[in-house]
């Protein structure tokens, strides 16, 4: 598990009630805020498209979760590939904050797909997709909480280190096994062929591999 655990190296900064506002406009920036707003646009166009009714918002949901795998992918490497890209040219200097934005990135996506598919049972609510958005929405905002250090005026964590890599890195292991087991279920099911669900699994398989290898690298220094 502690493989698919994503970075969380760089520190938050100091975190209270007089700083809370300023310290997350600063981390959050533009890439947090276009990574959200690629996932509604995905959404919103999926309804215009097919109409708002139940097949829009199910197109809406589909981009929605694919996008989300993506950003998910993206998160999972970027750490390790800047790491291991450093290796090999010495002067690059890659941001310490990105890890941590693409997961806010990928819980800001994975946000607005629980909400595409909580929309459409909102007047009639079905127990098997409200248990799903709870479910779902509770590991987000676990990930979402546990991707920074936070901590209080004091200086002291709210939330041991320790404690805090193993949340992070049950999220990610189980937002890993979705897309990994949806990917299995859909090549060997009785599904219509759809090519994602193939990249989909390569890309959750390759970037296990390239943390692999960060980890590998890191070990012989």
């Given amino acids: 598990m502690s493989m698919v655990a994503l970075d969380n190296t760089a520190s938050v900064g100091r975190i209270g009630i007089p700083r809370l506002k300023p310290t997350l406009k600063s981390n959050l920036g533009p890439l947090v805020g276009g990574i959200a707003g690629c996932a509604v646009a995905l959404v919103i166009g999926a309804i215009l498209f097919r109409g708002f009714a139940e097949n829009g918002f199910r197109l809406g949901s589909q981009l929605a979760w694919r996008y989300a795998s993506l950003v998910f992918f993206a998160a999972l490497v970027a750490g390790p590939v800047c790491r291991l890209a450093a290796r090999v040219f010495p002067s690059l200097t890659p941001p310490e904050s990105l890890g941590r934005k693409?997961?806010?990135?990928?819980?800001?996506?994975?946000?607005?797909?629980?909400?595409?598919?909580?929309?459409?049972?909102?007047?009639q609510l079905s127990p098997g997709a409200t248990l799903m958005v709870l479910f779902g929405g509770g590991v987000v905002m676990v990930m979402a909480l546990t991707a920074a250090p936070l901590k209080r005026l004091g200086d002291r964590p709210v939330i041991p280190?320790?404690?805090?890599?193993?949340?992070?890195?049950?999220a990610a292991g189980y937002f890993w096994l979705c897309y990994a087991l949806m990917g299995l279920a859909r090549i060997y099911g009785p599904h219509r062929p759809d090519a994602f669900y193939g990249i989909s699994l390569c890309l959750m398989v390759a970037g296990l591999l390239v943390r692999y290898?960060?980890?590998?690298f890191s070990s012989e220094h």
């Fill in 102 to 123: 693409l997961i806010w990135g990928f819980c800001a996506s994975y946000g607005v797909y629980l909400l595409s598919v909580f929309l459409p049972n909102v007047i």
């Fill in 161 to 170: 280190a320790r404690f805090r890599r193993v949340l992070l890195g049950t």
């Fill in 213 to 216: 290898a960060d980890r590998w």
